[in-house]
């Protein structure tokens, strides 16, 4: 665990030496926030000097380098502190304010406890505590959305490759007119999985669901009684920077 020096709590930024033992509970979501702030992936990788193929390693659970990590305090105007611990090691620091959900500016969604798998469709668990991610209220409400029917999860599986990648996470909207059949790429439950899939409404009361990954085929389910189908959200961002 990196301890917090006396001009990290004062504000100024920190020199890190290594972060190799630092927990990851939590700096996913820390991570995603600032990479939300300066801008996307693309972004990131050019202030950072790291691939984007190398940031996905890190959302994955590898552990950050120490160089990473300083450069996207210093592009996000955050502290180095808290994107390692949070704000039980770093509330004095420059950590992102009020992200806790009491300013009128954040909102927070949540992020639901069972993964989308975009590959085989198993059951993934990611505790009892799900979280959640914060997002600026105003960028909400100009895409349209409501926070209230908003939730998080994160991909796996590389089946909606490229327009997924494993270890993104999708911002979900369960909107009333989302959770209808219709054409473009949702949350559905099918046969007791947890699934991500592009989806054609089709005649006679049928549905496509394709993946974008070539190596997967397509193929048809027909909504009728009996059928374990349910559509539990439309994707409508990945990562909270792409629309798709």
């Known amino acids: 665990m990196i301890g917090i020096s006396d001009h990290e709590k004062s504000g100024m930024k920190p020199h890190l030496n290594e ?7 939590g700096l996913v979501e820390r991570i995603d926030y600032a990479i ?3 801008g996307g992936f693309e972004k990131v990788s050019e202030v950072t000097d790291t691939s984007v193929r190398q940031i996905h390693r890190y959302r994955a659970g590898a552990a950050p380098s120490t160089k990473f990590i300083q450069k996207l305090a210093e592009a996000s105007n955050l502290s180095a502190a808290w994107l390692l611990e949070g704000d039980d090691a770093a509330n004095e620091a420059k950590a992102p304010a009020q992200t806790s959900g009491r300013s009128g500016d954040i909102v927070e969604i949540p992020v639901v406890n069972v993964s989308a798998s975009a590959g085989g469709g198993s059951l993934v668990m990611e505790g009892e505590e799900p979280g959640f991610i914060a997002f600026s209220r105003l960028w909400i409400e100009q895409a349209g959305l409501s926070p209230k029917q908003l939730f998080t999860l994160p991909s796996v599986g590389e089946s909606m490759e490229p327009t997924i990648h494993a270890g993104e996470y999708l911002l979900c909207s369960s909107a009333e007119h989302h959770i209808k059949p219709g054409d473009g790429i949702y949350v559905v439950r099918l046969d ?3 699934l991500v899939k592009r989806l054609q409404v089709l005649p006679q009361n049928r549905l496509k669901v394709t993946c974008d990954n070539g190596l997967y085929e397509p193929y048809e ?10 559509i539990l959200g439309k994707v409508v961002f990945v990562h909270g920077i792409r629309r798709i």
């Open 221 to 230: 389910i027909k909504l009728e009684d009996g059928v374990d189908f349910a």
């Open 19 to 25: 972060v190799e033992d630092v927990p990851l509970s």
């Open 36 to 38: 939300s702030i300066v």
């Open 192 to 194: 007791g999985h947890i």
